[in-house]
């Protein structure tokens, strides 16, 4: 098992000094095992990129500069803010300092220009290997039951249209709450719904995100680099606009957000729960097992490596109060289902600053038990 580190070095709105002490632990986590990549960002902050690019000189590792695509930049020079359905704006979510989930337009070219001007601005003249791509999707049911609903902005609305929805329909609907989200049936992992109008509004807005992505894979290929996507968990990528599958083919990995322990966004139980119990209990159902328990998370990683082999499970292994209690037992537990589901990495998320010494003892000591 090779192993990905994800470094949060801050975000534009609080940028973070990187301590010694925490430079040490890093350094600790590539001596103790087989780094294969780190992601880090997205401070702008040049000395603290400069000081994790200096701690890889010769290590071999492929260094993923964090670029947060839809969220994070509302406040970027031309940036286009996202409408929901029903007017106003959904509340925004601010779980960790410095971090907010305040969406803008999927589908505004202008917003994913400003995504590849800001992976200049964060890279000019460094040494990167690639680009992973964060919050390329719709923002969750833990805003507001309307942001399923995605963007209403002209441009969007035109394009649900043009698919043959009913828009006027669609806004009626926007007041029922999550009643029409409950799936009929699964295609390939792809929630499907009984009202048709609802079915084409999914495929819409993964439509959009994908065309998203492979304006930023060709923007970003231009530079010379990889792109790595981070996603939602297989069985809740589809209520943001996320087709893991097709994620899968146009990425060098992704890295499905697969967190247990984390009640924050992009925590499988807490986007269950924003989902509603009607929602998730039919997931169950389509599943076959608990959508936020282990052997889901092996099923799912298992159905999604088969897609192209690139699947790095994220792993939440950083312990935040109130937020992630991960312990070294958890980790070890889907570190080794990984290895069953024939993975070739797992990312050691979200911040493996955060993590306990005794975590990255343990992790260590099974690295070189099964090496």
Partial sequence: MRYTLQINTGSFI??????????DKFRRCLDALDVERVIFGWSPERAVNEAIISALTDKGVEKYIWLP?????????GAEPLLPIRGGNDRPMRVCDGETFDFVCPSSKANLEAAVATFDMLTAALPIDGAFIDRIRYASAAHSASALYGCWCDRCRARCESAGIDAGRIEALAA????PFVPDRLESGRCRFADADVDALFAVKRRTVLEAVDFLREALGRRGAKLGIDTFAPVVSDFVGQDSFELARRADFIKPMMYLRTYAPAGVSFELDALGSAVAGRLRELWGVCPGGTEAFERQTQWLNGVRGNAAPGIDVNRI???CDATPEYALDLIA???SARCASVVLSWDVLRMEDGMIDRIAARHHSVS
Avoid at 14 to 23: E, F, I, M, N, Q
């Fill in 337 to 339: 289902r990984s290895e």
């Fill in 14 to 23: 609080r940028p973070s000094a990187l301590r010694g002490d925490s430079l």
């Fill in 321 to 323: 109060d109130g937020i």
């Fill in 69 to 77: 695509v839809f969220s994070e930049v509302r406040d970027l020079p």
């Fill in 176 to 179: 029922e709450g999550l009643d």
